[in-house]
């Protein structure tokens, strides 16, 4: 079953603008993982962002996390053509342990030259 | 950085046929891999875990027989999809977890293949 739920599915903006996609997730959390996947491809560990933080940077992308909430944000800013694929946020499926990661439905980015 | 190479990259194959996918983990151990489905413009749906040595635990609703996993070694999971029919078609992604000096590497990040296309005719 799918834990993360992200929205919105699809965005398409200009190049240069900033793109934001959001993730919801249901159960207790050791960390939230932001993943990429190219059209036709695997998946690309983005960032990680631990429970006990609130904000990550890393590059041109920031993540946002309010556990309070069950809820984390992507922001990349001054986005490219070549970040146009979609992002998956991610979490383990128990929060301890050898345990798979449950993705959310994942947001499709367009970035428009 | 850690490389998962996964073969092959598409495949067609005529109805009842079988066919084997590798999914291999280059530069670390891996005692763990997960195999995943994707369809079109969706999520990917975990089919089964695949652990070095023992058996796959596979999640509800996936067929245990129609999708077999073998885990031999530490660097490499086969995923045998048999009698394969056309709505087996699917993309296919498999995803390794890093050991190192035996012991798993914390924070849960997941290596990915770049995942196998299968056409089902």
């Known amino acids: 079953s799918q834990q993360g739920e992200e929205d919105p599915q699809a965005l398409s903006i200009q190049e240069g603008e900033n793109a934001t996609m959001n993730c919801s997730y249901k159960?207790?959390?050791?960390?939230l993982q932001w993943y990429r996947q190219n059209s036709g491809r695997g998946l690309v560990h983005l960032i990680l962002?631990?429970?006990?933080?609130r904000e990550k940077h890393s590059g041109r992308l920031r993540v946002t996390l309010d556990t309070s909430k069950k809820s984390s944000s992507l922001l990349i800013t001054a986005s490219r053509a070549a970040d146009t694929a979609s992002y998956f946020c991610?979490?383990?499926?128990?929060?301890?342990?050898?345990?798979?990661?449950?993705f959310g439905k994942g947001t499709r980015l367009s970035v428009i030259a | 950085g850690a490389v998962v190479s996964q073969h092959p990259s598409w495949v067609i194959c005529k109805s009842g046929t079988s066919v084997k996918i590798e999914c291999r983990s280059l530069?670390?151990?891996?005692?763990?891999m997960f195999w995943y489905r994707q369809f079109p413009k969706q999520s990917l749906m975990l089919m089964a875990t695949?652990?070095?040595?023992?058996?796959?635990?596979?999640e509800q609703g996936v067929e245990k027989d129609k999708f077999l996993i073998n885990h031999a070694s530490l660097t490499l999971s086969t995923l045998t999809v048999t009698s394969a029919h056309p709505e087996d078609s699917s993309f296919y992604i498999c995803?390794?977890?890093?050991?190192?000096?035996?012991?798993?590497?914390?924070?849960?990040?997941?290596?990915f293949g770049a995942g196998t296309r299968l056409s089902v005719l």
């Open positions: 995803s390794a977890r890093r050991v190192v000096s035996g012991r798993l590497l914390a924070k849960n990040i997941q290596y």
């Open positions: 159960t207790s959390i050791n960390n």
């Open positions: 962002i631990r429970s006990n933080e």
């Open positions: 991610a979490t383990a499926r128990t929060p301890s342990g050898n345990t798979p990661l449950v």
């Open positions: 530069d670390f151990q891996a005692t763990t």
């Open positions: 695949s652990n070095e040595g023992s058996k796959a635990t596979y």
